[in-house]
């Protein structure tokens, strides 16, 4: 128990790293994925395209040789410098944005088209239909699967260690090198990861009721 007092305090520094990081790249990510699902829709086959590629790319391959890419490939010319924790933001950002994507094509394209004709008969454009019909009832119903990914976003930052930043689970790997208590620490280290996730399901849950089930 003296090991989990002693700890704490830096587990719970290295845990207000992992929220920042996470809240920033989320909202980040969302906007990605806004994007590249519109483009996914795009009638214009480039912006498709471009889209396309742009999201295979991401989802083709593991998060661990994106966040290499990103710190060490990108900070190896010259015009890029990045800190880790830049990266880190960076990387979770554009790996949610690219599921977001999908979640929130999937969103747009499961609305009923005679929606979209409806708005048209009452004078409204593309941008208006999108913005006051169709992205609040998508939202609705993309909510559950965007909250699950949230919490996979969430338990990506973990990796986030091996470049350096000082987040929860880096925090865990100094204490337990520092006091050679590798069981007890790694195991408040979950305990916390459970307890915040845990929390945010919570919270996906209630904002599901609130929003999708009403």
Request: overall charge positive.
């Given at each position: 128990m003296d090991t989990w007092i002693n700890a704490l305090p830096y587990l719970l520094e290295g845990l207000q790293i992992t929220l920042y990081i996470f809240f920033i790249a989320i909202i980040i990510g969302f906007l990605i994925g806004l994007l590249m699902a519109l483009l996914r829709l795009s009638p214009f086959k480039i912006l498709n395209w471009i889209a396309k590629i742009f999201v295979d790319a991401i989802r083709g391959t593991p998060f661990i040789v994106q966040l290499f890419f990103i710190y060490f490939g990108l900070n190896s010319l010259d015009f890029i410098s990045m800190d880790n924790t830049t990266a880190g933001i960076v990387t979770v950002a554009i790996n949610?944005?690219?599921?977001?994507?999908?979640?929130?094509?999937?969103?747009?394209?499961?609305?009923?088209?005679?929606?979209?004709?409806?708005?048209?008969?009452?004078?409204?454009?593309?941008?208006?239909?999108?913005?006051?019909?169709?992205?609040?009832?998508?939202?609705?119903?993309?909510?559950?699967?965007?909250?699950?990914q949230a919490i996979i976003s969430l338990k990506d930052t973990s990796l986030l260690s091996v470049i350096g930043v000082a987040d929860l689970t880096q925090e865990g790997r100094i204490q337990a090198s520092a006091t050679f208590q590798a069981f007890e620490i790694y195991l408040l280290l979950g305990i916390i990861y459970f307890i915040v996730i845990y929390l945010l399901s919570m919270l996906a849950s209630f904002v599901e009721r609130k929003f999708v089930l009403r």
């Open positions: 949610a944005g690219a599921y977001f994507s999908e979640i929130i094509r999937a969103g747009i394209q499961s609305i009923d088209k005679g929606q979209t004709e409806a708005a048209r008969s009452l004078g409204l454009n593309s941008t208006q239909n999108m913005r006051h019909i169709i992205l609040p009832q998508a939202f609705r119903r993309m909510l559950p699967t965007f909250t699950n």
